[in-house]
């Protein structure tokens, strides 16, 4: 199942099945725009995304894709 987070031009999908909250994303992201839900990451405040393209890098499993990376 993947989640799909939307603000603007910026878009986050994460893929649930592949998620296992390891909260890289949560620990690497410069403006803290990830945390975890029930054990799944989630992007929240989108419009303070930099587009650094860190949390794609940093996951293990592959599990984000990010719209400007």
Request: overall charge negative; glycine content about 6%.
């Amino acid at each position: 199942m993947k989640k799909e987070f939307e603000e603007g031009e910026i878009k986050i999908t994460i893929d649930y099945d592949k998620c296992n909250g390891s909260a890289e994303c949560v620990n690497s992201c410069p403006v803290n725009i990830f945390s975890l839900d029930n054990g799944k990451a989630v992007a929240s405040n989108l419009s303070e995304c930099i587009e650094c393209c860190v949390c794609v890098s940093v996951c293990p499993n592959g599990a984000i894709e990010h719209s400007s990376c």
